[in-house]
């Protein structure tokens, strides 16, 4: 019997393609001249088999989907004493790209804002760690998790550091707190490399099937992330990945997801699968529009709400 799930895919993205809504980050020329009618998408269930349509082959910078791999990654460097002596776990409510910081501690409030990433970067592989081990570090553990060599597009790279101001202020504040330390310029780097990192809709779902799967890789079968790292990050993501649309999000989605200003999207449903668009037109929340919209269709055809009790 032929499969029915890339049909129903197809059926899809077909009834999205007219939808130009949004905008295409413009900040790099690598992003503002992407093409935005790039549209694809891809599951992957916890028995490793992977269904992709439309753009699934198109590679994009994996930017802000990144850090809740980053933070897994600092949670099994550290520990999580370590870890939460860093980060704090609550919503901000706020832009992506704002200090949010506690009050008393100066903890970036969450890991999923650049505040929150850019502190989680500096804890990667260990207390001695050179800038070049923390890429390296976290370079070869999205390549686990996908299955397959990553690299940094270098283009996307160098463009960002030119105009990194903003993430070099935040760090020097976080630096002026105690919550950083070493070179400010060091850290955004790294940040900025792991940023960079190239992935295809099939990588992102995969990514998200090993959150998904208590952290084993469902197509290599090695456990990657410790199940209580992996429940931990799931549960960041739910409150916190979707920015400050994160409470609409769980409402209308209900699936733990991080979104990219790539136009990328991730998400990872506990012990179902993990699912991957790609779309680079943006809300004013920095969420890829159709990718939006792609997760609420599977969410609703399929009864993928977190909260649905049957
Ligand atoms: N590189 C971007 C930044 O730090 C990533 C932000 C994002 O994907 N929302 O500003």
Redesign the pocket.
């Known amino acids: 019997m032929r499969n029915p799930v890339p049909d129903y895919l197809h059926e899809i993205l077909d009834s999205l393609r007219d939808d130009r809504a949004g905008t295409v980050a413009d900040y790099i020329p690598q992003l503002a001249d992407a093409d935005p009618d790039v549209l694809g998408v891809a599951l992957a269930i916890p028995n490793g088999r992977t269904y992709s349509v439309g753009d699934d082959r198109v590679e994009f910078s994996i ?2 989907i990144s850090k809740p791999f980053a933070y897994a990654a600092a949670l099994i460097d550290r520990g999580a004493d370590a870890v939460d002596a860093t980060v704090g776990v609550e919503p901000s409510g706020e832009a ?2 704002e200090l949010s910081l506690e009050g008393g501690t100066h903890r970036p409030k969450n890991p999923m804002i ?1 505040a929150g990433a850019l502190a989680v970067h500096h804890l990667l592989a260990g207390d001695d760690a050179t800038s070049q081990d923390r890429v390296t570090r976290i370079v070869e553990f999205l390549s686990e998790l996908a299955g397959r060599v990553l690299t940094v597009d270098e283009d996307v790279y160098r463009s ?1 550091i030119e105009t990194a101001d903003r ?1 070099l202020a935040i760090v020097h504040m976080l630096r002026n707190y105690g919550v950083v330390a070493g070179s400010a310029h060091a850290v955004v780097d790294g940040y ?1 490399r792991q ?1 960079a990192v190239r992935v295809t809709v099939r990588d992102l779902a995969v990514m998200g099937a090993t959150l998904a799967n208590a952290g084993v890789q469902p197509v290599t079968g090695n456990r990657v992330v410790p199940a209580a790292v992996a429940r931990r990050t799931l549960a960041v993501m739910a409150g916190c990945g979707m920015y400050d649309a994160a409470g609409d999000w769980l409402v209308r989605v209900g699936i733990p997801a991080k979104s ?2 790539a136009g990328g999207l991730m998400g990872a449903l506990p012990g179902e699968l993990g699912l991957g668009t790609v779309s680079p037109r943006l809300d004013t929340h ?1 969420n890829s529009v159709r990718g939006v919209a792609i997760c609420e269709r599977l969410s609703r055809d399929m009864g993928m709400h977190l909260m649905d009790a049957e």
Do not use: I, P
């Open positions: 930017q802000s992506f790209d650049n960002e993430n900025t940023c990219g200003v920095g």
